[in-house]
């Protein structure tokens, strides 16, 4: 039935180059990228550092310069998608501007789009209450744990309803017990708002536990090397981690870096 | 833990007032004076300077008014004009940066070799020796401010958070919202690191910038010719109230940063 579904992210032939500035070498971040995404997946890019999923990442974004190839989004090109601010992005870190509270980092892409007060200040309440931080939109971020900054980002990114969700290694700089409770925190989300999302790490774990798919990426040049489709039963749990299945699907992931 | 918080706070008041109760305690009982082999006649008591303060209250108000008026028309035109040239850096770094890195070279030009060369550039400004003494002074605290708020603000602008700018491009934000909504905000506490530097500095330049000026009038100067005169009395008074000015610039600096700053780590 998932496969009815519309395609929400075409990549063809997507190639990105740098020219090493010390030697004047080309570097392909990304050569011959192909990937179909459809609508509400749950997309996981799984890879080493260095394999360039933050670059594929940032280039549906419309953040980096491709140099071939093509990238459609909604039928339309990442820029206008951009221009039409129908991404929402949660980086590595949160990015909170610490001269705001909560309630107006949440607010500020609302403001951007031009969104009227009144309903500005409705948003708001239901993404933080989305985000389980009711309580907290008078802080500023640095009265916050690394944990809820982030949920703030993910509210943020949420704030504006975008089409797609983008997400750089949002939890890899928190602990387990934070990360564990904001995947569950995350799944629930992607449930009630029928996202699609991508979701860039390097812990397979993770990525195995979230994703329909796990796209993983090796590096030198940057490329798809496997695609595995990840049959858990939703909604997941944490004792979903439990199963044969799912050590059976790490397994599988692990397998397509050999001989990376 | 708010109470030893509290105790700390306390403390760092309580102990500097207790070292300067003592200190006026040996002055006025001249131990100080055999402590560093003083006489009362260059080092007089402090119940003499009060005494000369309380007599001469309207004169002194009198330079204390020149002096301020000096310090803050420099510290805040200087400011300005700091800031705006740290727009124009960020705006075009091509030039910005090199442009920056001259004019923090001019910060190392000593007030006092500065002040006679505006002395004579700006006498031709108005017929009033008052006024074009006034407007050379003020240049002088000018240039002290200009180049310490540039240099801050523009770091200000250009040192964001990593992804801050990425996260206001994805929402496609024009070169100016990114100046409004993270850039200006940025640079708030670069500001205020600014104005530590310059308004202690505004008054220093224009105390010493009056020691040259042309007219004579302000706290500096009377502090010269108080010393000139060996009036060390009178001197001893106004250089307790160039401190006083100084200091309470500083307090009140100190109190906007704490209420416009609030909130940020």
Request: glycine residues 6%; aromatic residues 8%; charged residues 20%.
């Amino acid at each position: 039935m998932e496969q009815t579904k519309e395609i929400d992210i075409k990549i063809e032939d997507l190639c990105v180059q740098f020219e090493d500035k010390e030697n004047g070498d080309v570097v392909h971040a990304l050569k011959n990228v192909n990937l179909e995404i459809r609508q509400g997946e749950f997309i996981a890019l799984l890879g080493p550092s260095g394999c360039g999923k933050t670059t594929l990442l940032r280039a549906i974004a419309d953040l980096q310069q491709t140099s071939s190839g093509s990238i459609s989004v909604k039928g339309q090109t990442p820029r206008q998608i951009r221009l039409q601010k129908k991404f929402g992005i949660v980086f590595q870190n949160p990015v909170l501007y610490d001269w705001r509270s909560v309630r107006r980092n949440v607010c500020m892409p609302m403001e951007l789009l031009g969104v009227p007060k009144k309903e500005r200040t409705k948003q708001v309440t239901k993404m933080l209450e989305l985000v389980g931080l009711m309580n907290f939109g008078k802080k500023y971020p640095h009265q916050l744990s690394g944990g809820m900054q982030q949920r703030v980002g993910i509210a943020r990114a949420l704030a504006i309803d975008p089409e797609i969700l983008l997400m750089d290694e949002p939890f890899s700089a928190l602990d387990e017990f934070t990360k564990e409770k904001l995947h569950l925190d995350l799944l629930r989300i992607w449930k009630q708002t029928n996202k699609t999302i991508l979701f860039v790490t390097h812990n397979i774990q993770e990525a195995v536990f979230l994703a329909d798919r796990v796209v993983v990426l090796s590096p030198h040049p940057g490329r798809v090397s496997a695609v595995v489709d990840i049959d858990l039963e939703r909604p997941r749990s944490l004792e979903s981690k439990n199963t044969p299945r799912f050590a059976e699907l790490v397994t599988k992931v692990r397998r397509s870096f050999e001989g990376i | 833990m708010k109470k030893l918080r509290d105790k700390e706070k306390l403390t760092s008041i309580l102990y500097p007032v207790i070292f300067g109760v003592v200190f006026c305690i040996l002055w006025q009982t001249e131990v100080l004076h055999l402590l560093i082999g003083a006489d009362t006649f260059t080092l007089p008591v402090p119940t003499r300077i009060i005494g000369i303060l309380i007599d001469n209250f309207a004169v002194i108000m009198g330079h204390v008014k020149a002096t301020l008026t000096v310090a803050l028309i420099g510290l805040v035109a200087g400011s300005i004009f700091g800031y705006f040239l740290a727009i124009i850096a960020t705006l075009f770094p091509k030039w910005g940066v090199g442009g920056l890195t001259i004019a923090s070279a001019f910060n190392a030009i000593p007030i006092i070799a500065i002040a006679p060369i505006l002395n004579n550039l700006t006498k031709d400004v108005s017929k009033d020796p008052n006024t074009r003494s006034m407007v050379a002074k003020i240049l002088v605290v000018m240039i002290c401010c200009t180049v310490s708020m540039s240099i801050n603000a523009f770091r200000g602008f250009t040192e964001v958070k990593p992804f801050s700018e990425d996260l206001l491009k994805s929402y496609a934000a024009s070169k100016k919202t990114i100046f409004m909504k993270l850039r200006i905000p940025n640079s708030l506490p670069y500001v205020f690191i600014a104005l530590r530097i310059s308004v202690p500095g505004s008054v220093i330049a224009a105390l010493v910038s009056e020691y040259f000026a042309e007219f004579i009038i302000g706290v500096g100067r009377m502090i010269r010719e108080n010393i000139v005169l060996a009036q060390y009395a009178s001197a001893w008074a106004y250089i307790s109230v160039a401190c006083v000015i100084g200091i309470s610039m500083y307090i009140l600096l100190l109190a906007a940063e704490g209420i416009l700053l609030k909130g940020r780590k």
